[in-house]
């Protein structure tokens, strides 16, 4: 279960910023395409406690390796159209890290100025293990289900990731309710169908609820319709997703 406490590491505030390098303008932008390589790895990728605050983009920034390291790609304020938020995942030396869209446990570091914080009170916890799917608010659980999971070498993938946007259902088998694009993607992209390449993991429906409890999907989380709508209602962009194989104490499934 997440943990009471709440926010992300920080360190010494008082320490000097380490300075931005110009960034090149023929860096790529950081879209719904897998991110370019160099990023550093989550360290806290299978953390449960809580994210409390997202940060926005209001306009180009420029995503290094370090505080005060290579610039290698830029972060932009929509992704595909949607609006983007990313949780905050620590703070060091002036410099703020984010979970890095269209990657799987990695972080963006980025220096200061050109964004906004918004605060984060919902996240969702998904344990492979049990096929559960947990919605928190303000770290209190508020409701479980079963879920359907990806499939032998499809795995959903583990890890700290978060809602990307929402987007209509592109077929009748996801039963007419819209999909959340998370911002992770399959951690073998060769291994789904040539149909999905390039898609993200998703939180969605599908046109009956017969495989819940199994491994039966190309990755994606997979839910009734009814749990759905509630999160669609509920739930926000920027929201964190953390996928986890069991939780030592977890709530029931309702």
Same mark, same amino acid.
């Given at each position: 279960?997440?943990?009471?406490? $709440?926010?992300?590491? #920080?360190?010494?505030? &008082?320490?000097?910023? *380490?300075? @931005?390098?110009?960034?090149?303008?023929? +860096? =790529?932008?950081?879209?719904?395409?897998?991110?370019?390589?160099?990023?550093?790895?989550?360290?806290?990728?299978?953390?449960?406690?809580?994210?409390?605050?997202?940060?926005?983009?209001?306009?180009?920034?420029?995503?290094?390796?370090?505080?005060?390291?290579?610039?290698?790609?830029?972060?932009?304020?929509?992704?595909?159209?949607?609006?983007?938020?990313?949780?905050? $995942?620590?703070?060091? #030396?002036?410099?703020? &890290?984010?979970?890095? *869209?269209? @990657?799987?446990?990695?972080?963006?570091? +980025? =220096?200061?100025?050109?964004?906004?914080?918004?605060?984060?009170?919902?996240?969702?916890?998904?344990?492979?293990?049990?096929?559960?799917?947990?919605?928190?608010?303000?770290?209190?659980?508020?409701?479980?289900?079963?879920?359907?999971?990806?499939?032998?070498?499809?795995?959903?993938?583990?890890?700290?990731?978060?809602?990307?946007?929402?987007?209509?259902?592109?077929?009748?088998?996801?039963?007419?309710?819209?999909?959340?694009?998370?911002?992770?993607?399959?951690?073998?992209?060769?291994?789904?169908?040539?149909?999905?390449?390039?898609?993200?993991?998703?939180?969605?429906?599908?046109?009956?609820?017969?495989?819940?409890?199994?491994?039966?999907?190309?990755?994606?989380?997979?839910?009734?319709?009814?749990?759905?709508?509630?999160?669609?209602?509920?739930?926000?962009?920027?929201?964190?997703?953390?996928?986890?194989?069991?939780?030592?104490?977890?709530?029931?499934?309702?």
């Amino acid at each position: 279960m997440p943990a009471d406490r $709440a926010g992300v590491p #920080s360190f010494d505030e &008082a320490a000097p910023v *380490p300075p @931005a390098a110009p960034a090149p303008d023929g +860096l =790529p932008e950081i879209d719904y395409d897998p991110a370019p390589d160099g990023f550093p790895d989550d360290p806290d990728a299978l953390d449960t406690t809580p994210l409390t605050e997202g940060l926005h983009p209001t306009r180009r920034i420029a995503a290094y390796d370090a505080p005060g390291g290579r610039p290698l790609a830029f972060l932009m304020p929509t992704i595909s159209g949607v609006e983007l938020t990313v949780p905050i $995942a620590r703070r060091e #030396s002036g410099w703020t &890290a984010v979970l890095l *869209p269209s @990657a799987n446990r990695r972080l963006a570091w +980025l =220096p200061p100025g050109g964004f906004r914080t918004v605060a984060l009170p919902d996240q969702i916890v998904v344990e492979r293990t049990t096929f559960r799917l947990t919605w928190y608010r303000d770290g209190t659980a508020r409701r479980s289900w079963q879920v359907s999971l990806g499939q032998r070498g499809q795995e959903t993938p583990l890890g700290r990731t978060f809602v990307l946007g929402r987007t209509p259902p592109p077929e009748s088998v996801y039963g007419g309710v819209d999909i959340y694009a998370l911002g992770s993607v399959p951690d073998d992209p060769n291994s789904v169908p040539a149909g999905l390449r390039g898609a993200h993991i998703g939180i969605h429906t599908w046109y009956h609820d017969g495989e819940l409890g199994q491994q039966t999907t190309n990755g994606c989380i997979r839910l009734t319709a009814s749990a759905q709508r509630l999160l669609l209602e509920e739930i926000s962009p920027g929201t964190p997703v953390v996928v986890v194989d069991e939780l030592p104490d977890p709530p029931p499934v309702s």
